[in-house]
């Protein structure tokens, strides 16, 4: 099958799970024969050619931390409606693509940043097949110009788009709808997965008495909710207990975190790790180096990867517990669910320091559900079969006679542009006004 994939940024250009997983899954149609390129954004930083991989697409500035809390009100929403309304450039870079490669259908990954609006419009126009990997709520935040929400925009995307969807969780379609974007058509609920080969069963397991190890690995911030695991572990702390000790690998995105350990007074027990390349880690977690994966995340957090990749080797996940990756899981039987305070997540730790909690039959039963139903090998051939549903929806694309769809497709796109920054120079005068 041709498959031509879109997505905001791809490795070794990227952000978080949303990317890598767009990866990993190209890799994996790759391997099972399958023509694919990938068109994304130039990199913001050098990154290799690579012979499926064309970067020509632009990158809104809606990444930039300093940009987005700094610059001035109509540059910012001027940048988020190219995020995520409209961009021409990037329509007029797709129509060509489409043109040179001529897919089957189109498998679209996170386009936040590109005016994925535009893009999905186009296809529609078109009627181009395509499928939508949701690994968060990109349809959802298309229709907003920053924290500002445009209903009657989301209201229109849902009555209009008819394409296929694979979403990572109930979680996250229920957050797109309920901002105003109505998913017409085949929506499948598909995981997050593992890669490599089943090791064996993990033997030795935390036994009171000894240390205990936890981790936690992604984006270092409050959303995350790091600072409730550093006062998690004040806590345990003052319980008597100094048999611990907590690794938290990734970026420091947030630095109102960095202080929290010494502010704490546990500084000792709480380390800050640094970014830790994914195989670097797998790689610990395959060692059996930690005994806990705590993931005290955002009720927000549509799946979460890092938790599944550390249970694959025995290490127990410790989670909110009103986050996407729970829905997969059952508390006691393959994970453990707290409530998203510092108290919960305390009295988890204490459990399992006091020999309350054994972690043993939990993390073999993990183990074994993540090597049966989360490998990407496993989940492949579902991929495979909603790329071919979407294909079949639609009557196979005549490339020989569209060039005056496109040209139609980018004279739309050039209007989408220029009335989205009317709408925001209106809006922000109209405000100063005020």
């Known amino acids: ?6 997505s905001n940024l791809y490795p070794p250009d990227f952000i978080g799970g949303y990317e890598l997983c767009c990866a990993q899954m190209v890799d994996g149609l790759l391997d099972r024969g399958h023509d694919v390129r990938v068109l994304t954004t130039t990199p913001r930083t050098p990154c290799r050619p690579q012979e499926h991989v064309v970067r020509e697409l632009a990158l809104a500035n809606c990444y930039d931390p300093f940009s987005v809390l700094h610059g001035q009100p109509v540059t910012r929403k001027t940048s988020a409606g190219r995020a995520a309304v409209a961009n021409a450039h990037n329509v007029h870079v797709l129509l060509d693509n489409l043109q040179r490669f001529q897919p ?5 990954w996170n386009l936040l940043g590109t005016g994925g609006l535009g893009l999905v419009g186009g296809l529609e126009y078109l009627n181009v097949p395509w499928l939508w990997h949701l690994e968060d709520c990109a349809p959802r935040l298309l229709c907003c110009l920053r924290d500002e929400e445009l209903p009657a925009l989301a209201a229109a995307l849902g009555q209009y788009l008819s394409g296929s969807y694979l979403a990572v969780s109930d979680r996250v379609v229920k957050e797109i709808e309920a901002g105003g974007v109505k998913l017409k058509g085949h929506v499948e609920l598909l995981p997050n997965w593992v890669l490599g080969e089943r090791p064996p069963v993990r033997s030795r397991f935390y036994r009171p008495g000894e240390l205990l190890r936890v981790v936690s690995a992604g984006q270092m911030g409050r959303h995350k909710g790091i600072h409730l695991l550093i006062e998690a572990a004040a806590l345990v702390r003052a319980r008597g207990h100094e048999n611990f000790r907590i690794d938290l690998y990734g970026k420091v995105g947030d630095l109102s975190v960095a202080p929290l350990p010494r502010e704490h007074g546990v500084e000792d027990l709480v380390k800050f790790k640094g970014a830790c390349p994914q195989e670097d880690l797998i790689a610990r977690y395959a060692r059996h180096e930690y005994d806990l994966f705590a993931f005290p995340t955002w009720a927000r957090e549509p799946f979460g990867c890092a938790p599944v990749e550390a249970a694959a080797y025995g ?22 669910k707290a409530a998203r305070t510092a108290e919960a997540f305390a009295d988890v730790m204490t459990a399992v320091l006091e020999g309350r909690l054994d972690l043993k039959p939990i993390g073999r039963r993990a183990s074994a559900v993540v090597w049966r139903d989360f490998r990407r090998e496993v989940l492949l051939p579902r991929v495979e079969a909603a790329l071919a549903r979407a294909a079949d929806r639609r009557p196979a694309a005549d490339w020989a006679d569209t060039s005056a ?11 989408a542009e220029k009335l989205t920054e009317a709408l925001v120079q209106e809006t922000c005068c109209g405000a100063e006004a005020a």
């Open 1 to 6: 099958m041709k498959i031509l994939v879109v």
């Open 104 to 108: 089957e259908v189109v498998y679209l």
């Open 315 to 336: 290490t127990v996940m410790v989670m909110s517990e009103s986050c996407g990756v729970g829905e997969w899981f059952v508390d006691r039987v393959h994970c453990l």
């Open 405 to 415: 769809a496109f040209d139609d497709v980018y004279r739309m796109a050039l209007m």
